[in-house]
Every structure is written in structure tokens, then in C-alpha cells.
């Protein structure tokens, strides 16, 4: 079964049920109200009689029997009892009378009591006179109240049948207008496929959920595009710079083996051959590092440092790389609290990652000064990281986190593109932010922050 028969179907039987319910509560009222009014009838009846009993004065019985006759509506099948009580739960019996003996029960403890059989009210009610106590009994047929039941009863009927058939379409009509929207959004996202990704959703003008479904999926659809754009360019540019190296590996060797050369030729041949797979290695193990991350940039951590002894350890690792290097770290007074500067990670690749954001302060400065600053604050750790080097284009700015892509003045550097890409994946595997702010010719301030509190210390041993 359809969405749209199932809101039909759940349309029609809540709104049947409702229906139901309230001409169920309406009929009792309604017959509750009869009883009720009819009764008190019966009640002016009682007095009446037992008014015409009690009197020893004949006009006086004319009078109430009178009033009884004209003053009041008549009843169908009228009748009335009087029936001595000789004590506290004996009285003189009317063989007419066929009522239950609670009934009567009820009149003695309680002074009145309401009795119905087949349409037939009785009501039956205690009169004192002179010490004396009476049973007046009244009966008499509702036919009137019944005969409005039976006809409020068939228009509710007829009325739950209509409604039940006008539900029915109304529900349809319901049904269409919501779910026509998501049908039409299925209908559109069918036709996107790999070959079309530039395709997008009609965006809606009102603020309801099928306008945040459509932004969802031009959402979702824009991150597709990306990542697919982002695939193809990573494929192809791996799959360029490995092949350089590799060919002239395999061009080198063959030259040497056409023909007996000199040890001077082998020993050329050989340090280029050298130079060629030191650089597929180191090549091959960035990519190695940049899918470790993960696509989705999630990984469990591992170990718990702090950030001021890993800083330490990548200077340590740089004075060995640029012996000459000017990089300077500085503690903030906020950062001298240990317990501030604790987290946990994988700290291979976050030595990594910052590892090559300072490396890239020194190699695209000349080796000129670069400052570390490490900060903290509630909650955040702080890690700064600016020099005077060449500094970014704006027009590169965008395209920092693409692998292999590199900009204009950064290609006159030996490099891959990787550094940058896969220090921002390991920083926010670390719930960190990676922000860059950069001019061309004045430099680059990198700043990396931590959120400590959203770091999951239960992942330390997963």
C-alpha cells in the first residue's frame, strides 16, 4: 500500500472514529435529557395524586382531578398507584403492578425511585400524610422521546455514512496535496545521476519540511558534486605524478640495458633511479597517510599527549630536516596549566599534521622566522602558526584542501599538494578547525583549535 492510500485510510478511520465518538456522546446526552424531563413529568403526576388521595373534600378532588385532566399534557398509557406502607419495608401489594422487588426496595430506603421496561417509565415516590406513608406509583409510555430518539438515531446514522464517504475524499484530496511535493522531488532526484550532478532541486518559497527536504538534497547534492570533482581530480593527479616517477625509473633502466656503458654512466643512472623512487616512496606514503585519515575524517584515538610537548617533538623533528630553521614557540600564561592542554589522539598523525603546517611556514618563507603561539581557553586549545613567506592568492584560497593541488608560486617548490589536505583531515578527526587567513607576498597565519570538550575520552583504548 502506498503513502496516499495509507494517509486516505488513516484520514478516514480517525475521522470516523472522532465522528462516532461524538454522535455516541450526543445520542446519550440527548436521551439522558429525555429521560430526565420526562421523569419530572411523572414526579408532577405523583404529587397530584397523592394530592387527590390525601383530600377528604369532594370539590377538592374535582379541583386536582381537573388539574390533572387539563392542566396537564397527557401521557400515553398513563397510570397511576397508591399502595399503603404498613411499615418499614411491608406495603399492600398491586397484583397490576409487575416491577422488580428492588425496585420498591429502593423507594423505601431511598423516598424515589425510576424504573423502565420496553419504553414504560415508572416512577414510584414516598408521600407522608397524618403519620401515614403512600407509595404513589406513575407509569406511562414515552412515546414521544422515543420516537425522536429513533429519528436522531437514523440522522446520525445516514450522517456517520456521508461523512464516512466525504472523508474518504477529502482524505484523497489530503493525501495528493502532501505527498505530490515529495513525488515530485522523487520524480527529479531520479533523473540526477553521476553524469548530471549539476542538477538541482526547484527550491520551495515557504519555510515547511518539503522545502527543507529540497534543501537537504541540494545539500547533499552539492557535497556529491564536490566529492566526485574532488575523486576525479585526486585520480587523475595520483595517477600523473606516480606515473612520472615510475617511467623514469623504467626509461632509465632500459637505457642502461641496450648496450655496456662506463661506471660513471651506471653510477648516474643508478642515483637517478635513486632520486626517482625516493620520491615515488615519499609520494606513495603521503597517500598512504591521507587514506589512513579516512574519507570521513574519523578515526578512534589513541593516545593522550599535550600539546605543548608535541610542538616541542615537531621542532625537534624540523631541526633535523632545516638545521638552520627560525621557528620559535611561545606559551601563552593561559597555556601553563597542564590539565588545560591534555588531550587525547592519535599523535603520529597530529605530530604529522602540524608537522606540515609548520614545515610549510619554513620551506615557503626561505627559512625565514615562524611563530608557534600556544594558547588555551575555556574549553579550546589554541595552536598559532604565522610567518612572512610568499603567502596564497586569494584565487588559491578556495582549492587549499584538494589533493595535488598546488597554485602558481607554491609550484616553483618541491612538493606534492598533500601536506595541507591531509593535515586538515587529521585535524578535524580531532574535532579541531584549520583556519587560514593569507596574503600574497606578506604571509600566512594557520590557526589550529581544539575542542576539548568534544573529544571522547572513552575511544582512548577502542
Same mark, same amino acid.
Given at each position: 500500500m502506498n503513502i496516499k492510500k495509507k494517509i486516505t485510510f488513516s484520514y478516514v478511520i480517525l475521522s470516523s472514529f472522532s465522528t462516532l465518538l461524538l454522535c455516541i456522546l450526543v445520542f446519550y446526552l440527548f436521551r439522558s435529557n429525555n429521560q430526565y424531563y420526562f421523569l419530572?413529568?411523572?414526579?408532577?403526576?405523583?404529587?397530584?395524586?397523592?394530592?387527590?388521595?390525601?383530600?377528604?373534600?369532594?370539590?377538592k378532588i374535582k379541583y386536582y382531578k381537573q388539574?390533572?385532566?387539563?392542566?396537564?399534557?397527557?401521557?400515553?398509557?398513563?397510570?397511576?398507584?397508591?399502595?399503603?406502607?404498613?411499615?418499614?419495608?411491608?406495603?399492600?401489594?398491586?397484583?397490576?403492578?409487575?416491577?422488580?422487588?428492588?425496585?420498591?426496595?429502593?423507594?423505601?430506603?431511598?423516598?424515589?425511585e425510576s424504573f423502565e421496561i420496553n419504553n414504560k417509565y415508572f416512577l414510584g415516590q414516598i408521600f407522608t400524610e397524618h403519620g401515614q406513608k403512600y407509595i404513589v406509583i406513575i407509569s406511562a409510555v414515552d412515546r414521544k422521546g422515543h420516537l425522536t430518539t429513533v429519528y436522531i438515531t437514523r440522522i446520525m446514522s445516514f450522517g456517520i455514512l456521508a461523512f464516512v464517504l466525504l472523508s474518504?475524499?477529502?482524505?484523497?484530496?489530503?493525501?495528493?496535496?502532501?505527498?505530490?511535493?515529495?513525488?515530485?522531488?522523487?520524480?527529479?532526484?531520479?533523473?540526477?545521476?553521476?553524469?548530471?550532478?549539476?542538477?538541482?532541486?526547484?527550491?520551495?518559497?515557504?519555510?515547511?519540511?518539503?522545502?527543507? !527536504?529540497?534543501?537537504?538534497? @541540494? #545539500?547533499?547534492?552539492?557535497?556529491?558534486?564536490?566529492?566526485?570533482?574532488?575523486?576525479?581530480? /585526486?585520480? *587523475?593527479?595520483a595517477s600523473h605524478e606516480l606515473k612520472t616517477p615510475i617511467t623514469t625509473i623504467i626509461a632509465e633502466a632500459e637505457?642502461?640495458?641496450?648496450?655496456?656503458?662506463?661506471?660513471?654512466?651506471?653510477?648516474?643512472?643508478?642515483?637517478?633511479?635513486?632520486?626517482?623512487?625516493?620520491?615515488?616512496?615519499?609520494?606513495?606514503?603521503?597517500?598512504?597517510?591521507?587514506?589512513?585519515?579516512?574519507?570521513?575524517?574519523?578515526?578512534?584515538?589513541?593516545?593522550?599527549?599535550?600539546?605543548?610537548?608535541?610542538?616541542?617533538?615537531v621542532k625537534n623533528d624540523l631541526d633535523k630536516f632545516y638545521p638552520d630553521n627560525k621557528v620559535t614557540i611561545k606559551l601563552d600564561n593561559s597555556a601553563k596549566d597542564s590539565s588545560l592542554l591534555?588531550?587525547?589522539?592519535?599523535?603520529?598523525? !597530529?605530530?604529522?599534521?602540524? @608537522? #606540515?603546517?609548520?614545515?610549510?611556514?619554513?620551506?615557503?618563507?626561505?627559512?625565514?622566522?615562524? /611563530?608557534? *603561539?600556544l594558547s588555551t581557553v575555556k574549553d579550546a586549545i589554541k595552536v598559532t602558526i604565522s610567518d612572512i613567506g610568499i603567502g596564497i592568492p586569494s584565487e588559491d584560497i578556495p582549492h587549499l584542501y584538494e589533493p595535488f593541488f598546488r597554485g602558481k608560486e607554491a609550484s616553483k617548490y618541491i612538493g606534492y599538494g598533500l601536506g595541507?589536505?591531509?593535515?586538515?583531515?587529521?585535524?578535524?578527526?580531532?574535532?579541531?578547525?584549520?583556519?587560514?587567513?593569507?596574503?600574497?607576498?606578506?604571509?600566512?597565519?594557520?590557526?589550529?583549535?581544539?575542542?576539548?570538550?568534544?573529544?571522547?575520552?572513552?575511544?582512548?583504548?577502542s
Open positions: 419530572k413529568r411523572l414526579e408532577d403526576r405523583a404529587k397530584i395524586v397523592a394530592s387527590i388521595h390525601f383530600q377528604k373534600d369532594p370539590e388539574l390533572k385532566k387539563n392542566g396537564l399534557e397527557e401521557l400515553i398509557q398513563e397510570e397511576d398507584f397508591v399502595l399503603k406502607v404498613n411499615s418499614h419495608n411491608t406495603f399492600e401489594y398491586n397484583i397490576n403492578l409487575n416491577l422488580p422487588n428492588e425496585f420498591y426496595t429502593n423507594v423505601l430506603k431511598n423516598g424515589k474518504f475524499f477529502l482524505g484523497r484530496l489530503l493525501a495528493k496535496k502532501v505527498i505530490n511535493p515529495v513525488a515530485n522531488i522523487t520524480k527529479e532526484v531520479k533523473r540526477i545521476s553521476a553524469s548530471n550532478l549539476s542538477r538541482r532541486l526547484q527550491n520551495s518559497d515557504s519555510s515547511d519540511e518539503i522545502a527543507d !527536504l529540497t534543501s537537504t538534497f @541540494n #545539500n547533499m547534492l552539492d557535497r556529491l558534486e564536490t566529492s566526485f570533482e574532488i575523486q576525479t581530480n /585526486f585520480i *587523475n593527479n637505457i642502461m640495458l641496450l648496450k655496456d656503458r662506463e661506471k660513471e654512466e651506471y653510477i648516474a643512472s643508478l642515483e637517478n633511479i635513486y632520486k626517482q623512487s625516493s620520491k615515488l616512496g615519499s609520494l606513495t606514503e603521503s597517500l598512504l597517510k591521507l587514506t589512513q585519515t579516512g574519507y570521513d575524517g574519523t578515526k578512534q584515538v589513541q593516545n593522550i599527549v599535550r600539546i605543548d610537548d608535541l610542538l616541542f617533538e591534555t588531550i587525547p589522539c592519535n599523535k603520529n598523525l !597530529l605530530e604529522l599534521a602540524i @608537522n #606540515n603546517i609548520i614545515a610549510n611556514g619554513v620551506k615557503y618563507s626561505d627559512n625565514k622566522e615562524v /611563530f608557534v *603561539n595541507l589536505p591531509l593535515a586538515m583531515k587529521i585535524i578535524r578527526m580531532h574535532n579541531g578547525e584549520l583556519q587560514i587567513q593569507s596574503e600574497k607576498d606578506k604571509g600566512t597565519i594557520v590557526t589550529i583549535v581544539f575542542h576539548t570538550n568534544k573529544i571522547k575520552i572513552s575511544n582512548l583504548d
